[in-house]
């Protein structure tokens, strides 16, 4: 299985902030990483796909880079409605598997 | 707008075969792959196996010997089963839909989760 791995596991920041979450993979998934949004209560939300295209509806202040094995997650101007846990997902191969996940606080 | 919801069975005694189904409404099952996805309490997400419309499946090794996942197109839903069920499977479970092609696969569409308890 191909092991994802992210940094940090939580964080804590303003609204305003510029937050970056990153993502590892265990081998090379070329662009093949997703990103989803968890609250408590909700259906995640995929926010990301193909490491960098932004899914329908999702605020432009969120970014997608990276290829290979190294991908990032940027919230460019936190939101009081961003504080989440965020999950990066391989979709590569099967089994996919999700990163451990990413809480982000408020400060 | 496609939703996805989940059956709620809630509680299954230790041993026995834990069914959840998936309805569908606001799109066709046909042309996609049907997915489950569990979440035990404070853990991440656990990619459980996929289905397509055809009844073609792929199950995640860790669970391949426990799991069956069926198709019924006339009612726009989707099943899984888990036998032999233990305290670790207590999880709440996700159903979702993965489109793409051959530069992107993702899941587009979730239910809310519904939470299912093994105990006695």
């Known amino acids: 299985d191909i092991q994802m791995t992210q940094s940090p596991s939580s964080l804590s920041a303003s609204v305003g902030d510029r937050v970056t979450i990153t993502c590892r993979a265990s081998q090379s998934i070329s662009s093949y990483l997703n990103w989803y949004q968890d609250k408590v209560g909700e259906a995640p939300k995929l926010l990301i796909y193909a490491a960098s295209s932004l899914q329908s509806g999702v605020p432009s202040r969120f970014t997608g880079s990276g290829s290979g094995t190294d991908f990032t997650l940027t919230i460019s101007s936190l939101q009081p409605e961003d504080f989440a846990t965020y999950y990066c997902q391989q979709s590569y191969n099967t089994p996919r598997t999700f990163g451990q996940g990413t809480e982000v606080h408020i400060k | 707008q496609v939703q996805l919801q989940e059956s709620s069975p809630g509680l299954v005694k230790p041993s026995e075969t834990l069914s959840l189904t998936c309805n569908v409404s606001g799109g066709s099952i046909s042309g996609y792959s049907w997915t489950w996805i569990r979440q035990p309490a404070r853990k991440g997400l656990e990619w459980i196996g996929r289905?397509?419309?055809?009844?073609?499946?792929n199950y995640n090794p860790s669970l391949m010997s426990r799991v069956t996942m069926s198709v019924d197109t006339s009612k726009n839903q989707f099943s899984l089963r888990l036998a032999s069920v233990t305290a670790a499977d207590t999880a709440v479970y996700y159903c979702?839909?993965?489109?793409?092609?051959?530069?992107?696969?993702?899941?587009?569409?979730w239910g809310q989760g519904t939470l299912v308890t093994v105990s006695s």
């Open positions: 289905v397509y419309k055809t009844g073609t499946t």
């Open positions: 979702a839909r993965e489109v793409g092609d051959s530069s992107s696969r993702q899941f587009d569409y």
